[in-house]
C-alpha cells in the first residue's frame, strides 16, 4: 500500500492501493455515529462501508444523494443537513464521502457546514477524485455564477483511495480523470509526463501516477491550505476548464474541459514570453495521444465572462497559471487581450 502524507495543521494520509478501503474503521475508530454519502450507482461499495465502520462500533447509516455535479447544490445540501439532523450527528461524529469528485466535494462541504465542522473521511471511487477532489480539503457546491463558489476549507481526516474500484471505472471517466495527472506532470513531475508518453491509457501504472499526482498535490497543500500562494498552481488550466464546464451545464466532464484549457494556458505562455513553442506542443500532442479533447467549440464572449468570475481573478482582473517551462508555474495577471485571442485560436474548433 503506497501511503502520501499530506501536511498541515492537521496532517492526513492518502492511502492508495487495492483494499484500502478496509483501514476505514481504522481511520474512524471511537467515533460514535457516521454518516456515508454516496450517489445511488454505488449503493453497494457504500454498504460495504457502513458494515465495515459498523464492525468497528461505528454507528453508520447511508445518505443517498444524486449523482455527478446533480448532487452539488444548496438544495441537496439542504436535504442532507436534515437528514443529519435526523440522525443525531454530533461534533463527536463524522462524514464519510463515497464517491467520485462531486460526492466528495459535497461530503466535505457537508462536514464543513454541519454543526460549523465535523471530520470527514472520503473514499474515492474515480481517479479525478484520488488525485484531487478528495485531496486537499476544498469543499463546495456550485450555483447559477459558477463552479465551485461557495464552500469552505475543510481538510479530511484521512482519505482511502481503493484502486481496486477503478476496474470498473467507465474508460471515459479514467481518461477524464488522468487529464488532473498530466496536469501535475506540466506544473511539478516530469516523469508523469515520461510515463503518460510510454502509455498514454495510463492503465500499466495507475497506482505510481496516482501517487505522484497525490504528492504534487500534497506538497502544495501543506504548504499553502488556503490557496493564496503556491497551491493556486494547481489550477493550472483550470479556469478555462471551468468557464467550459459552466458554459456547458456540467454536460463536459471536469478532466475534458480542464485538457482544453491546459493547451490554452499554454498557448497563453507562449504568448506571454514564457513557455517556448516546443512545450505548448508537447501539451497537445500528450493530451491528444491520451484520447483527450484539445478544442472547444464555444461562445468566447460567453466564456470570457464566466472567466471573470472564477476564483483566482481579483475584481475586474484575470489571472491565469502559466508556465515559464515545463515544471515551473507562475501568474500571469491580468493578459493583454492579444494574446488571450491568440490562446483561444489555439483550442477553438472554428480554427482547427
Same mark, same amino acid.
Given at each position: 500500500?503506497?501511503?502520501?502524507?499530506?501536511?498541515?495543521?492537521?496532517?492526513?494520509?492518502?492511502?492508495?492501493?487495492?483494499?484500502?478501503?478496509?483501514?476505514?474503521?481504522?481511520?474512524?475508530?471511537?467515533?460514535?455515529?457516521?454518516?456515508?454519502?454516496?450517489? @445511488?450507482?454505488?449503493?453497494?461499495?457504500?454498504?460495504?462501508?457502513?458494515?465495515?465502520?459498523?464492525?468497528?462500533?461505528?454507528?453508520?447509516?447511508?445518505?443517498?444523494?444524486?449523482?455527478?455535479?446533480?448532487?452539488?447544490?444548496?438544495?441537496?445540501?439542504?436535504?442532507?443537513?436534515?437528514?443529519?439532523?435526523?440522525?443525531?450527528?454530533?461534533?463527536?461524529?463524522?462524514?464519510?464521502?463515497?464517491?467520485?469528485?462531486?460526492?466528495?466535494?459535497?461530503?466535505?462541504?457537508?462536514?464543513?457546514?454541519?454543526?460549523?465542522?465535523?471530520?470527514?473521511?472520503?473514499?474515492?471511487?474515480?481517479?479525478?477524485?484520488?488525485?484531487?477532489?478528495?485531496?486537499?480539503?476544498?469543499?463546495?457546491?456550485?450555483?447559477?455564477?459558477?463552479?465551485?463558489?461557495?464552500?469552505?476549507?475543510?481538510?479530511?481526516?484521512?482519505?482511502?483511495?481503493?484502486?481496486?474500484?477503478?476496474?470498473?471505472?467507465?474508460?471515459?471517466?479514467?481518461?477524464?480523470?488522468?487529464?488532473?495527472?498530466?496536469?501535475?506532470?506540466?506544473?511539478?513531475?516530469?516523469?508523469?509526463?515520461?510515463?503518460?508518453?510510454?502509455?498514454?491509457?495510463?492503465?500499466?501504472?495507475?497506482?505510481?501516477?496516482?501517487?505522484?499526482?497525490?504528492?504534487?498535490?500534497?506538497?502544495?497543500?501543506?504548504?499553502?491550505?488556503?490557496?493564496?500562494?503556491?497551491?493556486?498552481?494547481?489550477?493550472?488550466?483550470?479556469?478555462?476548464?471551468?468557464?467550459?464546464?459552466?458554459?456547458?451545464?456540467?454536460?463536459?466532464?471536469?478532466?475534458?474541459?480542464?485538457?482544453?484549457?491546459?493547451?490554452?494556458?499554454?498557448?497563453?505562455?507562449?504568448?506571454?514570453?514564457?513557455?517556448?513553442?516546443?512545450?505548448?506542443?508537447?501539451?497537445?500532442?500528450?493530451?491528444?495521444?491520451?484520447?483527450? @479533447?484539445?478544442?472547444?467549440?464555444?461562445?468566447?464572449?460567453?466564456?470570457?465572462?464566466?472567466?471573470?468570475?472564477?476564483?483566482?481573478?481579483?475584481?475586474?482582473?484575470?489571472?491565469?497559471?502559466?508556465?515559464?517551462?515545463?515544471?515551473?508555474?507562475?501568474?500571469?495577471?491580468?493578459?493583454? @487581450?492579444?494574446?488571450?485571442?491568440?490562446?483561444?485560436?489555439?483550442?477553438?474548433?472554428?480554427?482547427?
Amino acid at each position: 500500500m503506497r501511503r502520501v502524507t499530506v501536511g498541515g495543521e492537521k496532517p492526513y494520509d492518502v492511502v492508495i492501493g487495492p483494499g484500502a478501503q478496509v483501514e476505514l474503521g481504522l481511520v474512524l475508530a471511537g467515533t460514535p455515529k457516521a454518516a456515508v454519502v454516496h450517489a @445511488p450507482p454505488l449503493a453497494a461499495l457504500a454498504g460495504a462501508a457502513v458494515e465495515t465502520l459498523q464492525t468497528a462500533g461505528v454507528a453508520a447509516e447511508a445518505v443517498v444523494v444524486p449523482d455527478g455535479e446533480a448532487a452539488k447544490t444548496a438544495a441537496v445540501a439542504a436535504q442532507a443537513w436534515e437528514q443529519f439532523g435526523r440522525l443525531g450527528l454530533t461534533r463527536s461524529d463524522a462524514v464519510v464521502g463515497v464517491g467520485g469528485g462531486a460526492v466528495t466535494d459535497l461530503a466535505g462541504f457537508l462536514a464543513a457546514t454541519w454543526t460549523r465542522g465535523v471530520r470527514v473521511v472520503h473514499l474515492p471511487t474515480t481517479v479525478l477524485g484520488m488525485v484531487d477532489a478528495a485531496v486537499g480539503g476544498k469543499t463546495g457546491i456550485n450555483t447559477g455564477a459558477g463552479k465551485n463558489l461557495v464552500g469552505a476549507f475543510h481538510p479530511p481526516t484521512g482519505v482511502l483511495a481503493d484502486t481496486d474500484v477503478l476496474a470498473g471505472l467507465p474508460e471515459a471517466e479514467f481518461r477524464a480523470g488522468m487529464a488532473e495527472v498530466v496536469k501535475c506532470g506540466f506544473i511539478a513531475d516530469g516523469a508523469i509526463l515520461d510515463l503518460l508518453a510510454a502509455d498514454p491509457t495510463g492503465r500499466r501504472d495507475t497506482e505510481e501516477l496516482i501517487e505522484r499526482a497525490v504528492r504534487v498535490k500534497a506538497d502544495a497543500v501543506g504548504q499553502d491550505l488556503f490557496d493564496t500562494g503556491v497551491r493556486e498552481y494547481l489550477n493550472y488550466g483550470h479556469t478555462l476548464g471551468h468557464a467550459i464546464e459552466r458554459v456547458e451545464d456540467f454536460r463536459w466532464r471536469h478532466g475534458e474541459a480542464v485538457a482544453v484549457g491546459l493547451v490554452f494556458a499554454a498557448e497563453l505562455g507562449v504568448q506571454a514570453g514564457r513557455l517556448s513553442r516546443a512545450e505548448a506542443d508537447r501539451h497537445r500532442e500528450l493530451l491528444t495521444a491520451m484520447g483527450l @479533447p484539445t478544442r472547444y467549440a464555444g461562445d468566447w464572449a460567453a466564456l470570457q465572462a464566466v472567466m471573470r468570475v472564477d476564483k483566482k481573478a481579483r475584481g475586474a482582473t484575470l489571472r491565469f497559471v502559466v508556465l515559464d517551462g515545463l515544471g515551473n508555474p507562475g501568474i500571469l495577471p491580468d493578459p493583454d @487581450p492579444a494574446w488571450l485571442d491568440a490562446a483561444w485560436a489555439a483550442v477553438s474548433e472554428e480554427t482547427a
